[in-house]
């Protein structure tokens, strides 16, 4: 399987998927209350909804530019500041709403190779910390680029779940649901 058809529509099913989730807290719950999920953590010293919300959208969007050898253009960098500072300025669900949308927009807009570079091309990864991974490209992709995207999304459901949203495994897939077979639905309920 080629790089690009790992991640892209990976991340563009689990995007749409976390969208999902957010509209179905706005419906679930009172605009304000809503709003405040933004500032839900799972514990003391972790990020936010907001900040996970940021995060998803930013490892959706940075194996784009590291796997092509390409340097993060200023709204990466921008998006990355805007998760950090979420603690202090969480926006508002609309704003999650346009991150989620953007990054769907860059995913949609690649062509069907754009992440196909030689699987042992090497990466090299320094984390804000000062610690360097030496990767392939493949290893980059399947043991980082994934993880930490799969990272923050759990977290963020996992906020929204703690915060009393009502969510569920078909709301987790809803991308396989085009895969059911629907005589199958009665069996299941069983």
């Not at 892209?8 to 689990?14: A, W």
């Not at 669900?93 to 995913?107: F, G, K």
């Not at 703690?162 to 987790?172: A, F, P």
Request: charged content about 25%; some cysteine.
């Amino acid at each position: 399987m080629s790089l690009t058809k790992l991640l892209v529509p990976t991340y563009q099913q689990m995007l749409k998927a976390l969208s999902g989730w957010l509209k179905k807290a706005e419906a679930q719950i009172p605009k304000e209350d809503a709003e405040a999920l933004l500032a839900a953590r799972l514990a003391p010293d972790m990020f936010p909804l907001s900040t996970q919300i940021r995060f998803v959208c930013v490892q959706a969007q940075e194996p784009i530019y590291r796997l092509r050898g390409e340097a993060f253009p200023e709204s990466l960098h921008q998006l990355v500041d805007e998760g950090r500072d979420a603690i202090d300025k969480p926006g508002s669900l609309a704003d999650a709403q346009t991150r989620i949308q953007e990054a769907l927009n860059l995913l949609d807009d690649l062509a069907a190779d754009a992440l196909d570079t030689d699987r042992d091309a090497p990466i090299v990864h320094e984390l804000p910390s000062g610690m360097i991974f030496d990767l392939t490209a493949e290893q980059y992709a399947r043991d980082w680029a994934l993880a930490q995207f799969y990272f923050h999304l759990m977290t963020a459901y996992a906020i929204l779940r703690s915060e009393k949203v009502e969510l569920g495994k078909v709301d987790y897939i809803p991308h396989m649901l085009e895969f059911l077979r629907p005589e199958t639905i009665a069996e299941a309920s069983h």
